[in-house]
């Protein structure tokens, strides 16, 4: 889950070979928050440790932050301070999602991997020593908004297949849109969201690593 992005100007797509990515090799673009790192969890713990709650039982991050024994969240406003202090201070200690760091290494042995977040600016040192941290060498891009654009820009520039990783619908339908050869799957880490996380069926489903990673290789085998 993340926030509604403000409307701000796209981030433009970098050159592969800027990212040190071949322009003949297969691409994947895989997402952070949900995917490869447990941001419901990282956020709920910064917010227990700041007095509040985060209730995991409707699809709206922002409708979920509640002082302890309310029965009304916070405000937008309050909720959205909270949100970015998080990734101001505290995203570089969320834990990596089981199986996902290995996946990722194994699929970059026949695949470039990009990872496309869509963090706050503020994020980027945080998150680039998270990955780091992790052995998450792959480039990291900070995009905002739907990530159609930049996707379609990134995979248009190779003639190896693609396939984009992501937890949020509106971005997975942003690709298939913009980038319709490119195969989308959805992923969702934690396990309270799963239930609540809206699907579709032009986008294939699995919140197992092991799963996901057998699935992203076959659809990005040439
Ligand atoms: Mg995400």
């Known amino acids: 889950m993340a926030a509604p992005s403000e409307p701000s100007p796209a981030v433009q797509a970098p050159a592969l070979a800027s990212l040190g990515l071949s322009t003949e090799r297969p691409l994947v ?3 952070v928050d949900e995917v490869l790192g447990l941001f419901m969890k990282g956020f ?6 700041q007095g509040f709650d985060l209730r995991v039982e409707r699809y709206a991050l922002f409708e979920s ?9 916070l405000s937008r406003a309050e909720g959205q301070a909270l949100y970015d202090a998080f990734f101001r201070t505290a995203c570089g200690r969320i834990e990596p999602v089981p199986g996902a760091v290995e996946a990722i290494e194994r699929l970059s042995r026949h695949a470039g991997v990009v990872i496309l977040s869509n963090a706050p600016a503020e994020a980027e040192a945080a998150r680039r020593e998270w990955l780091l941290r992790h052995g998450l060498r792959q480039p990291l891009i900070l ?5 159609g654009p930049i996707t379609a820009a990134l995979v248009g520039q190779t003639t190896g297949r693609s396939a984009f990783i992501d937890d949020i619908l509106a971005n997975l339908d942003s690709v298939a849109e913009h980038a319709p050869q490119t195969a989308t799957f959805q992923h969702v880490a934690d396990e309270r969201l799963r239930r609540l996380a809206p699907t579709s069926p032009r986008h294939r489903r699995i919140d197992d690593w092991a799963e996901l990673e057998a699935a992203v290789e076959e659809a990005v085998r040439a």
Do not use: H, M, Y
């Open 29 to 31: 673009v895989v997402d």
């Open 44 to 49: 709920g713990d910064f917010l227990a440790e």
């Open 65 to 73: 932050i509640f002082r302890p024994e309310a029965t009304q969240p």
């Open 143 to 147: 995009n905002r908004g739907l990530k």
